[in-house]
Nanobody, 127 residues
Framework: QVQLVESGGGLVPPGGSLRLSCTSSGATLEVYAIGWFRQAPGRGREGVSC?????????YYENSVKGRFTVSRDNAKNTVYLQMNSLKPEDPAVYYC???????????????????WGQGTQVTVSS
């Protein structure tokens, strides 16, 4: 199990931006594919994005966020970011990052391949 901590959530108006961070104090995130997921009240968990482990440049976005969200790594800081721009009223949720268990051959937002999850950070979009 990898201990993951998300941060960076908050309240922004529609059209605003936030940058979420996912870090670990006990594991090197370079060797993991990292997925971002979200869950809004009354809704199931939804995949958002995935960035493959270092050495495999695969990045994946769900259609709902493509062109607005960007996932990236800062290996020196052992952190994965989710830059969220042009936030919409349908984006509010608790956002989670997750690390894969067994190495996955292709980046995906299928939740079952991710073994370790953070506690989540709340994103609210409201004027």
């Amino acid at each position: 199990q990898v201990q993951l901590v998300e941060s960076g959530g908050g309240l922004v108006p529609p059209g605003g931006s936030l940058r979420l961070s996912c870090t670990s104090s006990g594991a090197t995130l370079e060797v993991y594919a990292i997925g971002w997921f979200r869950q809004a009240p009354g809704r199931g968990r939804e995949g958002v994005s995935c960035i493959a482990r270092v050495g495999d440049g695969t990045i994946y976005y769900e259609n709902s966020v493509k062109g607005r969200f960007t996932v990236s790594r800062d290996n020196a800081k052992n952190t994965v970011y989710l830059q969220m721009n042009s936030l919409k009223p349908e984006d509010p949720a608790v956002y989670y990052c997750a690390a894969d268990g067994e190495p996955i051959p292709k980046c995906t937002t299928v939740a079952e391949v991710f073994a370790s999850w953070g506690q989540g950070t709340q994103v609210t979009v409201s004027s």
